[in-house]
C-alpha cells in the first residue's frame, strides 16, 4: 500500500476514534463548543486538537513510514508517539496564543523543554489517555489493514 494511502487511512480513523472519545466523555454540547470553538482564542478548541495530531502524524509517518513491520508491537508504538507528540505540540500552540513565552536569552528556551514538563503532569492525572487511546486504536486499524491487505 502506497504511503499516502497509508497516511491518509492512519488519520482519518484517529480522528474519527478521537472524536467519538470526546463526544462519549464529555458529553455532546461541550464537545461541539470545544470542537466548534474560535481557533484564535487561547483555550482548546477543535482546530488546536486537529492540527496537532496532523503535524505529529505528519512528522512520525516522515520518520517511522518504512519502520512499520508484520507485528503490531512497531504500530502500537507508533500510535503512543503520535499520541504524546499531538499533545506536546497542543502545548506549544497553546503557549504560543496565551503569549506565555519570554521572546529573550534564555527565557525561550522554555519552549523546548516546557510541554514535556505539561505531559509529565498531565499523565498524572490521565489526560493523555484522551489522546492515547484514538491513537492506538487507529495504528491498530492500520496494522490489520497492512496484514490483511487493502
Known amino acids: 500500500m502506497n504511503d499516502l494511502k497509508r497516511f491518509f487511512l492512519f488519520l482519518s480513523i484517529h480522528w474519527l476514534l478521537g472524536s467519538l472519545l470526546f463526544l462519549f466523555v464529555f458529553g455532546r454540547q461541550f464537545s461541539f463548543d ?3 470553538g474560535n481557533p484564535l482564542t487561547s483555550s482548546f478548541n477543535g482546530t488546536h486538537i486537529y492540527l496537532s495530531s496532523l503535524l505529529a502524524t505528519i ?3 516522515l520518520i517511522y513510514k518504512n519502520k512499520l513491520a508484520k507485528q503490531p508491537y512497531p504500530y502500537f508504538m507508533f500510535g503512543f508517539y503520535i ?3 499531538s499533545l506536546v505540540i497542543l502545548f506549544v500552540i497553546d503557549a504560543i496564543l496565551q503569549n506565555n513565552l519570554l521572546w529573550q536569552w534564555p527565557y525561550f528556551l522554555q519552549i523546548l523543554y516546557v510541554p514535556f514538563l505539561q505531559l509529565i503532569v498531565a ?3 490521565a489526560f493523555p489517555f484522551l489522546s492515547l487511546l484514538p ?3 487507529a495504528a491498530y486499524c492500520l496494522y490489520k489493514w497492512e496484514i490483511h491487505g487493502s
Do not use: Q
Open 34 to 36: 470545544t470542537l466548534m
Open 59 to 61: 512528522i512520525l509517518f
Open 135 to 137: 491513537a492506538w486504536g
Open 123 to 125: 499523565y498524572i492525572f
Open 83 to 85: 499520541g504524546n507528540l
